[in-house]
């Protein structure tokens, strides 16, 4: 067991790993379960700040870093992913798609300018990385690209339709490139998380206290696994996975499914309007609400 152990350790030595949304939660925390297996770490978000913290800590532990702040909207902030990461490291060996985010807000009140933003960040600026990222690759004749989907892109919810959306078009994303990218020795793998213990709640306005939420050290480790072992899919925790297929062959239990999160993601709303008056007026606490 224990042999395994470092015989997998080692898979990762030296490999160049980038990570869109590095800069908090899910994407800092694999960041950090990678300093294990010393890998060189590319680190990509908008804020700087964060994103320092982040470095320090990797290379604190001796970890050979590239921090790149930018946008992943933006064209020549996807460019500079690849180019710099070219200059300093000369290959790709892994892209993580993180970067993103969700709202939890009725469709009819979400402003269009929200519903594009939310498109061009989970979406748009994720294919153009893949894309060019996959384009070095093929000239490599190997890589490993994942995506971050969500749990909730088997089950649309209404309080989150744009980014069920979102979270629907990177599974295809994901699934129709397979095959394609398979000839030029390109792995692709899905992440598939339920709700986790990081600031995408207060961002998305979700009241964690009515959600079970999941720990992201669990999930980092679980991710790290998948650039070990590549395999395309990963429901965490496992049980998404099974209520995903159930939903594949009922309409029913889709409906039923998508239903009961719906009526959850209204509650966690509601509490949290609630609370926020309320601690308002006692504590002057000011929490944000989308
Ligand atoms: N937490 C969950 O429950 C959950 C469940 C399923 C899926 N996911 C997905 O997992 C991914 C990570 O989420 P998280 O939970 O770790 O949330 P988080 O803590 O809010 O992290 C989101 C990361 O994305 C970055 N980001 C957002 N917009 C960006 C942009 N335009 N350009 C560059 N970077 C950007 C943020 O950095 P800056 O703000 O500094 O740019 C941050 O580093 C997201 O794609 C999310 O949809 C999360």
Do not use: W
Request: with cysteine; charged share 35%; aromatic share 6%.
């Amino acid at each position: 067991m224990k042999k395994l152990k470092n015989k997998n350790s080692e898979k990762l030595r030296e490999k160049v790993v980038i990570i869109t949304g590095a800069s908090s939660g899910i994407g800092e925390q694999v960041a950090k379960e990678l300093i294990k297996y010393k890998a060189k770490v590319v680190l990509f978000a908008r804020t700087e700040e964060k994103l320092n913290k982040v470095e320090q800590i990797l290379q604190r532990k001796k970890i050979d870093t590239l921090r790149i702040v930018g946008d992943i909207k933006k064209n020549e902030d996807i460019k500079r992913i690849v180019d710099e990461t070219l200059k300093k490291y000369g290959k790709i060996d892994v892209l993580l798609n993180n970067a993103g985010y969700g709202k939890n807000i009725d469709f009819l009140e979400q402003s269009d300018e929200d519903i594009e933003e939310m498109i061009e960040t989970n979406v748009t600026g994720l294919i153009k990385l893949t894309k060019k990222v996959a384009k070095i690759m093929k000239k490599q004749g190997e890589g490993h690209i994942i995506n971050m989907s969500s749990a909730i892109a088997a089950v649309p919810t209404y309080r989150f339709t744009t980014y069920c959306i979102t979270k629907g078009a990177v599974k295809i994303l994901s699934e129709s490139i397979r095959n394609e990218l398979k000839k030029s020795g390109i792995k692709v793998s899905t992440i598939y998380p339920a709700l986790h213990d990081t600031p995408f709640c207060e961002k998305a306005n979700i009241n964690t206290k009515t959600f079970k939420t999941y720990k992201k050290e669990d999930l980092a480790k679980e991710i790290v696994k998948i650039m070990i072992n590549k395999k395309k899919e990963l429901y965490y925790p496992k049980m998404y996975g099974i209520l995903a297929k159930l939903t594949e062959h009922s309409t029913q239990i889709k409906t039923e499914l998508s239903k009961f999160f719906s009526r959850k993601l209204e509650e966690s709303r509601l509490i949290e309007k609630s609370e926020i008056k309320g601690t308002r007026r006692q504590t002057n606490t000011s929490k944000t609400v989308n």
